[in-house]
């Protein structure tokens, strides 16, 4: 009698773990490219290769549940976890706690359409806390976000300024994004408290509207008291203004994309600039594998960032 009644409690305690349903997914990416970049020759690269595990379940009072657990094979060539993180939605809205798209980081982008290279530089970043409010009018999306001041749990909870990221730092954000039809558009803004004591201040808002095989978008942004830029001369503390532009057709499985992307600096008597140009062309090849070439011109201010790049990238998603 000891027995069956041990059993029929460890039965009741095992239940809910089996409730949740689980799945494996990830992504495989490489890439060979080809560039005339004074000491960057060819080479063969990776794009944080992923495996993710989601568990997924719902509450007795109907709230639904979502756990992510990222581990990412990143450029350094370490392993590690990223995009972790537990949601919880219901007629609140959406909670998430952990490393999650930050406001403005979870909108936007319209411009990244280049299947390689290109890229939108005002994209937003990472944080701890983020809200989604419920559904207010229809095609209406209001997200709030923010980390607290201190050692957060971000892809590692680093404490320091790491890669222009608000990892382990002080930031806010909020976004509204309206779709309505074939037209979608968002403004979001957010501010980070930098382990310098330096407050920088994002600001960005797009239009982008899809016509059958067509899309069409841009966006435009600026940041204030920024961080260095990596891919400049532009230094800490520099205002910089951001411009996107980009299209796309599609053809079957066929898709090809421009993106035109600008950086400038303002407000400082020797403006640095960047212009990058990217077409590329790929296609699906089912089964989660596709492949593409892309080529990217980058004119700047600083000679030494010039450079014409060409790439063959193949993406496995499973």
């Known amino acids: 009698m000891k027995k069956i009644i041990a059993l029929a409690v ?27 970049q004074s000491g960057a020759g060819d080479t063969l690269s990776a794009d944080d290769n992923q495996v993710v595990f989601t568990a997924t379940s719902e509450t007795s009072n109907g709230y639904s549940v979502s756990g992510k657990f990222t581990v990412v094979d990143d450029a350094t060539g370490e392993t590690d976890h990223q995009g972790t993180a537990l949601t919880i939605s219901g007629p609140f809205g959406t909670l998430g706690l952990g490393d999650n798209s930050g406001a403005l980081d979870a909108t936007g982008d319209y411009t990244d359409m280049a299947y390689w290279f290109g ?15 419920p559904t207010l009018a229809p095609g209406l999306t209001i997200r709030a976000s923010m980390s ?8 590692g909870g680093e404490s320091a300024d790491v890669a222009g990221t608000a990892e382990g730092l002080e930031a806010t954000a909020m976004s509204v994004t309206y779709t309505t039809g074939d037209l979608s558009v968002y403004y979001g803004e957010e501010e980070v408290d930098r382990a310098t004591s330096q407050t920088t201040t994002n600001k960005s808002y797009g ?15 600026s940041t204030d008291n920024s961080a260095a830029v990596t891919n400049s001369d532009i230094a800490a503390g520099d205002d910089v203004e951001y411009k996107g532009m980009a299209a796309s057709y599609t053809m079957g499985d066929i ?14 008597d020797n403006q640095r600039w960047i212009d990058e140009n990217t077409l590329s062309v790929h296609t699906d090849l089912g089964g989660g594998l596709s492949v593409g070439v892309a080529t990217t011109s980058n004119d700047s201010t600083d000679t030494d960032k010039k450079f014409d790049r060409t790439a063959v990238a193949v993406k496995y998603a499973f």
């Open 10 to 36: 460890a039965g009741a305690f095992a239940v809910p773990a089996m409730a949740a349903d689980i799945s494996v997914s990830g992504g495989l990416t490489y890439a060979y490219t080809q560039s005339d």
């Open 119 to 133: 890229g939108y530089n005002m994209d937003g970043n990472d944080m701890a806390i983020a809200y989604t409010l």
């Open 148 to 155: 607290p001041e201190g050692d957060n749990y971000i892809a």
């Open 207 to 221: 239009i982008k509207y899809s016509a059958g095989s067509i899309t069409l978008a841009a966006e435009s942004g």
């Open 255 to 268: 898709v090809i994309a421009y993106e035109m992307q600008q950086m400038e600096e303002k407000n400082v």
